[in-house]
């Protein structure tokens, strides 16, 4: 019989980050291959641990491939500089030689979504609910993805309007980065994304009421 046991999260070693700074330097086949064992004990082991034990909480996590789609971008680099991954109930962590980054919310809105979102933000009632959410989290240290946005008020709404700012933008989400740190070696780097996902679940709890996911195929 076959026995399968868990991975604890301990963070990310410091031989993570400089597999990312490597790449920075030569994002070639050749150091990937030369380097895809540290890759895969240094930066996606402790991906799948940490989202093991996130997964109770807030879903299941889907790793996105290293790989980058090049078919249609001047850049031709054939590797992501960074690991990310979704979670199922709203969320988003990635790693690289940056340090630690998470997100929450919708980072695009199709345009059934976008419709939404507009007459959400526009109401009496639901729009101040936004206002609040959105000042929690200021206060909490969590700022606002800086995204995509109208020069303007959309067609159909005044240019006076008191959510003007939040009527232009094409997307909503949370983002918190943290620099590379001693603490992102440890389990202190999973308490950082829970505490964060948990600030933010505020967030994404008015988009999944208020907007919800698109009918086009693609999800948030």
Same mark, same amino acid.
């Given at each position: 019989?076959? +026995?399968?046991?868990?991975? !604890? ?18 994002? *070639?086949?050749t ?10 004990? /240094? &930066?996606? @082991?402790?991906? !799948? ?20 789609? +090049? ?11 960074? +690991? ?5 109930? %709203? %969320?988003?962590?990635?790693? *690289? ?9 919708? #980072? #695009?809105?199709?345009?059934?979504? $976008?419709?939404?979102?507009r007459? @959400?933000?526009? #109401?009496? &009632?639901?729009?101040?609910? $936004?206002?609040?959410?959105? /000042? ?24 006076? #309007?008191?959510? &003007?700012?939040?009527?232009?933008r094409?997307?909503?989400a ?11 070696? *440890? &389990? ?8 964060? $996902? ?21 999800g948030?």
């Amino acid at each position: 019989m076959n +026995i399968v046991t868990s991975v !604890t999260f301990r963070g990310w070693p410091e031989e993570a980050l400089a597999f990312y700074r490597g790449l920075e330097s030569d994002n *070639s086949k050749t150091y990937w291959t030369a380097n895809k064992p540290v890759y895969e004990a /240094n &930066v996606l @082991a402790p991906m !799948t641990a940490l989202l093991d034990e996130l997964a109770p909480e807030f879903g299941l996590g889907k790793i996105f491939r290293p790989n980058r789609d +090049i078919r249609f971008s001047a850049d031709k680099s054939p590797y992501k500089t960074a +690991i990310g991954a979704l979670l199922k109930r %709203g %969320g988003y962590v990635q790693l *690289s030689a940056k340090g630690l980054a998470v997100g929450s919310g919708y #980072h #695009h809105l199709e345009s059934d979504q $976008l419709a939404k979102f507009r007459d @959400a933000v526009a #109401h009496e &009632v639901s729009g101040p609910e $936004l206002v609040a959410v959105l /000042n929690t989290l200021k206060a909490k240290h969590i700022g606002i993805y800086a995204g995509e946005e109208l020069k303007t008020a959309p067609r159909g709404f005044p240019k006076d #309007h008191p959510r &003007v700012d939040l009527l232009r933008r094409k997307d909503l989400a949370a983002w918190r980065q943290w620099d590379p740190a001693p603490w992102l070696t *440890s &389990v202190a780097a999973k308490a950082r994304v829970v505490e964060f $996902l948990r600030n933010s679940k505020p967030l994404n709890d008015w988009l999944l009421v208020h907007v919800g996911p698109t009918s086009a195929g693609r999800g948030r």
